[in-house]
């Protein structure tokens, strides 16, 4: 039985986008011939490899074992085609990114900024969320996390040096609360607390002494995913926070925010930007990678 690469192109493009519709919108056909393609390639293997609802797709395990497989040789074949293409000009196509919200270095905006300006035949699209995932599977070049929560089948470079968390709260909360000595004394205070996503539980403040890490589990009063909120509460005096140094750097200088508990926060690797092994890298995420190298090297 010979392979339908055509097929198996329109498999991963459903697997990746979970949706017939956006799929045919991807390879320019219409929505029934990717099914029908779908239904030959089930029918070819003897095998579903799609479960369909009204509402969404996903895949059987046969599916899943299947995507695995084929995904990244259809990325190397992707990646060999537009190497080919380009040696005869600049990088260029649609660079995909998911970012860390909390990677403010990278999203502070002259990092992109210089790279757009000089690769002008490459599109950004920068999702910035906090929610971990496949980066492959949902269709993503490259990503910016903390390297101690990268997977260990990634390629990833360092974009600043360590990185350290930090205890604030204004000035006015301090003096009519006081102030913890300990970092588990922080769960008598009124706390503002971050989650990476809606379901998630509030994210535990971590520390350490004498060379051991550990955790406090608060009882934040306010809870919320996005990091400018937290801040803009603790400055009105809300109550404690807890989060990376960068953020709150500028309010702290205007004196809005006064740092806590120093002796109980050490630092720690920072943000890489990281993408899988691939035998060949896209010029367009190479260009990335030589941007990033030198930004850091530069400031």
């Known amino acids: 039985m010979d392979a ?30 990717v099914s029908q393609t779908i239904a030959r390639l089930e029918s070819m293997m003897g095998v579903a490899l799609v479960r369909r609802t009204t509402r ?10 299947l995507f695995a497989e084929v995904a990244p040789a259809l990325a190397d074949m992707r990646t060999a085609f537009e190497a080919t293409v380009n040696l005869q000009g600049p990088p260029r196509g649609q ?20 790279f757009s300006q000089a690769n002008p ?3 950004l699209d920068v999702t910035v969320t906090d929610e971990e995932f496949d980066i492959v599977a949902e269709g993503y ?35 009519r609360y006081g102030m913890p000595m300990h970092p588990r004394d922080l769960p008598r205070y009124r706390c503002i607390g971050w989650r990476p996503a809606p379901k998630a539980v509030p994210y535990r403040w971590e520390f350490a002494e004498d ?13 919320t995913n996005d990091m400018a909120l ?15 140094e960068e953020s709150f750097r500028p309010t702290i200088a205007r004196g809005e925010l006064i740092s806590l508990l120093d002796e109980f926060c050490p630092t720690f690797p920072g943000f890489y930007l990281y993408y899988p092994s691939r035998r060949n890298i896209p010029p367009k995420l190479r260009a990335l990678i030589e941007h990033v190298q030198a930004f850091r090297q530069g400031g």
């Open 56 to 65: 969404s797709v996903s895949l059987t395990e046969a599916g899943e074992r």
């Open 141 to 175: 070049d490259a990503g910016v996390r903390l390297g101690e929560v990268i997977e260990q089948d990634m390629i990833a470079i360092p974009i600043v040096g360590d990185e350290r968390q930090m205890v604030v709260c204004a000035p006015a909360f301090r003096d």
């Open 95 to 114: 660079l995909r990114l998911t970012v860390s919200s909390i990677a403010e270095r990278f999203l502070s905006g002259a990092m992109l900024s210089t």
């Open 4 to 33: 339908d690469f055509n097929a198996l192109a329109t498999f991963v493009f459903v697997a990746e986008e979970k949706n017939f519709r956006a799929a045919a919108d991807r390879i320019g056909v219409s929505r029934s011939a």
């Open 211 to 223: 060379g051991k890490d550990f955790s406090v589990q608060v009882e934040p009063e306010i809870t």
């Open 121 to 123: 035949e490459i599109q």
């Open 230 to 244: 937290m801040i803009k509460l603790a400055v009105a005096g809300a109550g404690i926070t807890f989060g990376m």
